[in-house]
């Protein structure tokens, strides 16, 4: 795959004059491929495409918005505030890199209880 820069140069120039020896001397590219890459140009294969992002059910930056203004609101909130199940919100979070953190008191209680039971 040859960039486009490169394929503009090649084409631009044999358009000049010169001859296909030439053009596999300086560029390294036979008839063939000089024709193919012509072919590109013309037809707007190098040309930026439009990538449109489909209408989703969870806005991002809505979902953003809500996050910042309860971090500690449970996906069934969220769902309920989106209109949507558990599992679309937690998947839309991990998209986001969004991660729920985990209760650091439940984590403790465990720790003392296991500390008990040794």
Known sequence: ????????????????????????????????TYYQLKKKLTAG????KVVHERNRKINKEELKQAVAEKP?????ELAE??????????????????TRKKSNLLIAKNLKRNARNI
């Open 81 to 98: 505030k989106f209109n949507c199940t558990e599992s679309a919100v937690f998947y839309a979070l991990e998209k986001l890199k969004i």
């Open 1 to 32: 795959m040859y960039s486009k820069d490169f394929t503009q140069r090649a084409v631009a120039y044999k358009d000049e004059g010169h001859t296909f020896k030439e053009l596999k001397e300086v560029f390294g590219i036979p008839p063939e």
């Open 45 to 48: 294969y190098y040309d930026v």
């Open 72 to 76: 500690d609101a449970f996906l069934r």
